[in-house]
């Protein structure tokens, strides 16, 4: 098994990479199953279930018009992000829904779009199954598929625990542990970024890796303006129901305007970044998710950090902040493809600690690298990234990705710029590696009660309300 940096980053739609992005890829791939069996046009009605954290925050989390939108053929990456508000109530009052946006069957939401909230299936706790009918009722096609984090899905046919899409192109140094990769490190005299451009050249030209992930950014970026620039008036209240209001927007004016000489204004700087991304994705806004939509505030808020502080103070050039910005990315990608080679990015499977832990992880060490530090060093930030998120439940007040998730994205991103300063007034040299801290993530993810792996059945989802 074999992953890229474009697998850990990827354009989408909020409020959640597993929950709304994972379903709408799903609902499209089986659409497009059916046009390559040559039975598209021989459908006449579709049912869509889904089960386990899918089933009990789906409602929450947009999982059903993400569905409705991937059978219609939409995709997360380009679809209009408008098109979700409205559009179950759309589809009920039409009865009808367009597969892949030419083939028109019957559709009755209350029975043909079912979340079952305490079903699951045996794969992953986000699972969903898909069923094609003909005229006549009698069954076309039966497809179950995985949303298994960060908008990865799989089919019923994937195998292990930690699931993920196959696949064997060969890459120039391969490396499935941290232990391995600082070896390859220290035997060739390379960064961590230099072994992941190197590898991703197994895909891509050096022109296109940069192309691409400057474009990343460019979204990361533009996410982080929409974010601040909202009208508080007409948009200032996130949408779901808790009445949660945007703190962005006067965050930003604030900060814009402001002449506090407080030294540690830069928090709020970050605190800011975070604020906004996680916002624009509570709101079924444009991110990237880096590796979660659930965590997609804390790899920008990081990286805006240094471009706005780090480098103006160390004098770098334009051309000079484009390549510390591709090395920080690819940095991120190295230890974030770590996480989901061997525990997991997905909190309904091993809770939050998957999700902000592994992109606190993925900062601190990308933040570590372009600070200057060596390879040993990367490790040691990401580890302490990791470490003092470990235990970390995902417990979503009413289903939704705004509480504790907002704010956690804050806290995780000063918590990696931290870790990544410690260990650079550090050699590298440390007691717990990174693999012992990702191995205990997974362990620990297993043992943690299904309540507090995005069910909202546990946590703050419940107290919340209680009080």
């Given at each position: ?26 609902a499209?791939?089986?659409?497009e ?14 049912r ?6 899918l ?55 209350d029975?043909?779009?079912?979340l079952?909230r ?37 089919d ?19 490396f ?21 451009l190197a ?12 192309s ?6 460019r ?16 948009d200032?209240i ?17 900060l ?12 709020d ?12 994705n ?68 091993v809770?939050?600690?998957?999700e ?20 040993p ?6 580890e ?55 191995k205990?993530?997974?362990d ?24």
């Open positions: 098994m074999t992953l890229s940096t474009f697998d850990l980053y990827s354009i989408g739609i909020g409020p959640s990479s597993s929950h709304t992005v994972g379903p709408m890829r799903a499209r791939i089986f659409v199953g059916l046009a390559e069996q040559g039975i598209l046009t021989d459908v006449d009605r579709v869509a279930e889904l089960f386990g954290s089933g009990a925050t789906g409602h929450g989390h947009g999982s059903e018009a993400a569905v409705l939108l991937g059978l219609e053929g939409e995709d997360p990456a380009t679809v209009d992000t408008r098109r979700s508000a409205g559009l179950i109530a759309l589809v009920r009052d039409e009865g009808k829904l367009t597969l892949g946006g030419g083939h028109t069957v019957a559709f009755d939401v029975s043909d779009l079912v079952y305490r079903k699951s299936l045996p794969g992953h706790p986000n699972g969903m199954r898909f069923t094609a009918y003909d005229a006549a009722g009698g069954e076309l096609a039966v497809r179950v598929y995985y949303s298994v984090g960060g908008g990865f899905v799989v019923e046919d994937a195998v292990g625990a930690d699931r993920v899409v196959p696949d064997a192109t060969p890459v120039r140094w391969p499935a542990t941290g232990a391995e990769l600082l070896a390859i490190c220290a035997e060739n005299q390379l960064s961590v970024s230099e072994v992941m590898n991703e050249l197994s895909w891509r030209s050096e022109a296109e890796v940069r691409e992930l400057l474009e990343i950014w979204v990361m970026a533009e996410c982080v303006d929409n974010g601040c620039s909202r009208d508080l008036v007409t200032g996130l949408p779901g129901g808790l009445k949660v209001p945007r703190r962005a927007p006067a965050l930003f004016q604030e814009s305007t402001g002449t506090d000489p407080d030294p540690l204004r830069v928090i700087w970050v605190n800011l970044f975070a604020l906004a991304v996680n916002e624009e509570a709101s079924g806004g444009r991110v990237v998710t880096a590796p979660t939509n659930g965590a997609a505030g804390i790899i920008p808020a990081v990286l805006h950090y240094y471009v706005r502080f780090a480098a103006p103070a160390a004098g770098l050039s334009e051309a000079e902040v484009d390549d510390a910005i591709v090395r920080f990315l690819l940095t991120a990608a190295a230890i974030g493809i770590l996480f989901k080679t061997n525990a997991s990015i997905s909190g309904a499977e809770g939050c600690q998957g902000v832990g592994s992109a606190c992880a993925m900062a601190a060490g990308a933040l570590c690298e372009v600070l200057g530090g060596t390879p060093q990367v490790e040691n930030a990401a302490v990234g990791i470490e003092h998120n470990l235990g970390l439940t995902c417990d979503p007040v009413g289903g939704l990705v705004q509480i504790p998730c907002i704010e956690r994205n804050a806290i995780a991103s000063t918590k990696a710029i931290n870790a990544a300063r410690l260990a650079l007034n550090g050699n590298g040299v440390h007691v717990v590696t990174l693999d012992k801290a990702i205990t993530m997974r620990t993810g297993r043992d943690m009660h299904l309540k507090y792996k995005e069910t909202s059945r546990g946590g703050l989802a419940v107290n919340v309300i209680e009080c």
